[in-house]
């Protein structure tokens, strides 16, 4: 809702895992969750500056947790949150995604000469000042390697998908997997609108690199959910696939008979199938469209969209007038609903025809009379 839409690939890279939600039509369709979130990045982090004080260089994760085990806490667990949320960054994807030249050529953007170097090429010293280890120190890192616990956290690239449970599976696969278990309807509405929320979403360049792998994973897999050795073999071998056809390469082409010419040497045109044949364009329909400001949706290509986070989204679903299922007055259930009446018809008429003597007993009184619509809800049927 505080995105604008109604169906959506909700990201939520949240603390103690990360859920990837398919809405549709405001309605959950299926849940997704990995441990990849911030939890894991802080535990990273507090191995990361636990090696820059050592004067380690980077090691591996299993490394890490046994130096852990072996050292005492030597940083405390807000300082370890802040380095994370306020120091690293996540690289671009080293396969950028190709671009579409269905449309012309690429723009070719120029460049300054005197460009800086590439942020994951740059080994500037950062000084981190580290207060709660004893005693304070100031470490200096590399600009390109405050990367790394983002970069195996959330995507883990030295592993083969195969060796991931299913609990610990990185970001944009996760992703890619739950667009492609999708229905086609479903998945082709929620692939354009795709959603980053949660804390972790703030990183910088975290959410364009989720992105970006999933993009990859689209144009290189397709939305095939077979994958295979034999998969391969059969799409490179012609033997197998003679006298079979797929269904990507389109519906089967109409051989049109050969062309007769009369005596007169006139040429007939070849009979054509009207099943493929293109729809004509109704005018009456393009001006009502044209008069209504119709755009189409927007579906079928991958797109992210931005939103105003979940307090706005909350504020305005508070704000909908939402009509009641039932209407209970307070007055009627004193006098009636006590005694287990549930229906007007179970409503006893001399009792509610007597009028209370006190204050404002006549109005209450017709009120109850001409207010006959009421139930009890869950005892009750409307």
């Known amino acids: 809702m505080a995105a604008g839409t109604r169906s959506a690939l909700v990201i939520d890279l949240g603390w103690n895992e990360t859920t990837i939600t398919s809405v549709y039509e405001y309605k ?12 894991l990045l802080v535990e990273h982090a507090y191995g990361f500056l636990t090696n820059a004080i050592g004067g380690r260089p980077g090691t591996s994760h299993t490394e890490r947790t046994e130096d852990k085990l ?12 802040e380095f994370a949320t306020r120091m690293l960054w996540c690289k671009r994807s080293t396969t950028q995604p190709a671009q579409d030249t269905s449309e012309g050529l690429p723009t070719l953007h120029e460049q300054d000469e005197s460009e800086t170097v590439p942020p ?9 000042p580290l207060n709660s280890c004893q005693p304070p120190k100031t470490v200096e890192i590399p600009f390109a390697e405050l990367a790394e616990p983002c970069e195996a956290v959330f995507f883990e690239p030295n592993l083969s998908p195969s060796c991931f449970d299913d609990h610990e599976i990185p970001v944009h696969l996760l992703a890619y997997r739950a667009l492609l278990q999708l229905p086609l309807d479903v998945r082709a509405i929620c692939m354009s609108r795709i959603i980053f929320t949660g804390g972790c979403s703030n990183i910088i360049g975290l959410k364009g690199r989720i992105f970006d792998e999933v993009s990859n994973l689209a144009k290189e ?25 797929q269904s990507s390469q389109g519906p089967t082409p109409v051989v049109a008979p050969p062309e007769n010419t009369n005596a007169g040497g006139n040429g ?33 290509k991958l797109r992210v969209l931005d939103t105003l986070g979940p307090w706005c989204g909350a504020s305005m679903a508070t704000q909908l007038k939402i009509p009641a299922l039932a209407t209970v007055d307070r007055e009627l259930w004193l006098q009636q609903g006590v005694n287990g009446a549930s229906r007007p018809s179970e409503v006893d008429i001399k009792a509610q025809q007597r009028q209370s003597m006190g204050a404002g007993g006549l109005i209450r009184g017709q009120a109850s009379q001409t207010n006959s619509n009421w139930t009890l809800g869950i005892w009750g049927s409307i």
Do not use: M
């Not at 959950?28 to 939890?39: D, K, L």
């Not at 994951?120 to 981190?128: K, M």
């Not at 095939?224 to 056809?245: A, F, M």
């Open 70 to 81: 072996e050292e005492k806490t030597l940083l405390s667990f807000e300082e370890c949150e």
């Open 28 to 39: 959950e369709v299926h849940t997704w969750r990995t441990i990849r979130a911030g939890r």
């Open 221 to 245: 897999r397709g939305w095939d959910p077979v994958r295979g050795k034999g998969v391969e073999q059969y799409k490179t071998n012609p033997k197998l696939r003679r006298g079979s056809r």
């Open 120 to 128: 994951a090429e740059d080994r500037s010293p950062v000084a981190i």
């Open 268 to 300: 007939t045109t070849p009979s054509t199938n009207p099943a493929y044949a293109p729809p004509e364009i109704d005018q009456v329909e393009e001006a009502i469209k044209k008069d209504r400001n119709y755009t189409p949706i927007v579906q079928g």
